[in-house]
């Protein structure tokens, strides 16, 4: 109490709210003075248009956009009464950038909490497709460790237990919206009988012509029942 109002407190506010659950602890939040307080944060003009404050006269970036929306979507509020939805579509596709990941705010690295809180306001509005998704799956797949099969949060830094949450958290949002994506990331074409007999021919040279007649188990072609490849 007393504090400055911030989007991520009330994000988290009413997140705790809807896990009490009921219509008594939802009943407590004024609808219009959060409708105001929200409007009031969005971003008229300049580079970052459509983006959100997360306070007022504080930083703007994805957080603002990501926990605006999700607290409308709880409360049962409809975006496009409080805020210009397609500019805030166009400050969110601004932040990806070359990697396929998101930053902030445009121009900023691609970084694994701020492309959860943008790949998560795009889904609720309905906007994956304003995304590069191929490049986003990419860069996400991307990040995980080989050893220690964590995350990390952008390209070239440690694997942290925090981004297990936030880049696991984006593919499981883009998992959802499968459909979105597959238009964009048509399935490879495999030439199985081709890929069989590059293995083979791979083992009889290293010359282990028995590993070589089980090559068909690890390529199988067509009608063999593989799973391996996609069926072309």
Not at 15 to 44: C, H, N, Y
Not at 67 to 90: N, Q, S, Y
Not at 129 to 154: H, I, P
Request: some cysteine.
């Amino acid at each position: 109490p007393g504090q400055l109002p911030h989007l991520a407190t009330t994000y988290a506010a009413v997140a705790a709210l809807v896990t009490l659950g009921g219509p008594e602890a939802l009943g407590v939040v004024d609808r219009e003075a959060m409708k105001s307080f929200i409007a009031s944060l969005q971003v008229s003009g300049g580079r970052c248009r459509g983006g959100l404050h997360v306070h007022r006269g504080g930083e703007v970036d994805t957080r603002g956009c990501y926990t605006a929306l999700a607290t409308c979507r709880m409360l049962g509020i409809d975006p496009d009464e409080v805020l210009d939805v397609a500019a805030l579509r166009g400050f969110v596709a601004s932040c990806q950038t070359y990697e396929g990941g998101l930053g902030g705010e445009p121009g900023n690295e691609a970084h694994g909490g701020y492309t959860f809180c943008g790949v998560a306001a795009m889904a609720i509005v309905g906007a994956l497709g304003d995304l590069d998704l191929r490049s986003l799956v990419r860069w996400g797949a991307a990040r995980q460790g080989s050893v220690e099969g964590g995350f990390n949060g952008r390209t070239n830094k440690l694997v942290d237990g925090c981004y297990s949450f936030w880049q696991g958290g984006m593919l499981r949002v883009l998992q959802e919206h499968a459909p979105e994506i597959f238009p964009q990331s048509p399935a490879p074409r495999v030439d199985r009988a081709m890929e069989h007999d590059k293995v083979r021919d791979r083992l009889q040279a290293d010359g282990f012509p028995e590993a070589a007649a089980s090559a068909e188990a690890l390529f199988p072609v067509e009608g063999s029942g593989g799973r391996l490849f996609n069926s072309a």
